[in-house]
């Protein structure tokens, strides 16, 4: 199942639904960990890699690093069994999300998963 978030982009005719939607099959860079935040919810964090391909421009970068975060659902029960080095497809949404620090405010994007599965298992471990 994707996430698919749709609204209005304009008021005229011509009018374009907006799309949030991610999916994405790589490779788990580090087991998925468990974070409680102040506010007492829990996310489940883990960084999928996903190789670049087609025309890279003049980039010399083969990968991009993404981090997920799965809140909610069947999805985080499965991640507890992830691990490193396991090939997985999730879906899900870009999100921003703002935080405190002890420098201040912050914020990052990542992809809110809403699904996801195990293509194939680690060999190690």
């Known amino acids: 199942m994707s996430a698919q978030i749709k609204e209005r982009a304009g008021d005229g005719p011509g009018t374009v639904e907006s799309v949030n939607e991610v999916r994405l099959v790589g490779r788990i860079s580090t087991a998925p960990e468990e974070r409680v935040l102040p506010s007492g919810d829990s996310v489940w964090l883990f960084r999928v890699v996903v190789g670049r391909t087609g025309d890279r421009g ?8 993404l981090e997920c975060a799965v ?5 985080r029960r499965s991640v507890t069994g992830w691990r490193e080095g396991d090939v997985v497809e999730v879906t899900g949404a870009l999100r921003r999300r703002f935080f405190q620090t002890g420098g201040g405010a912050a914020s990052r994007v990542e992809v809110e998963v809403t699904g996801g599965r195990v293509i194939r298992r680690s060999e190690s471990g």
Do not use: I, Y
């Not at 003049?58 to 690093?65: C, E, H, I, L």
């Not at 809140?71 to 999805?75: E, I, L, N, P």
């Open 71 to 75: 809140w909610s659902g069947r999805v």
């Open 58 to 65: 003049r980039s010399r970068q083969t990968v991009d690093a």
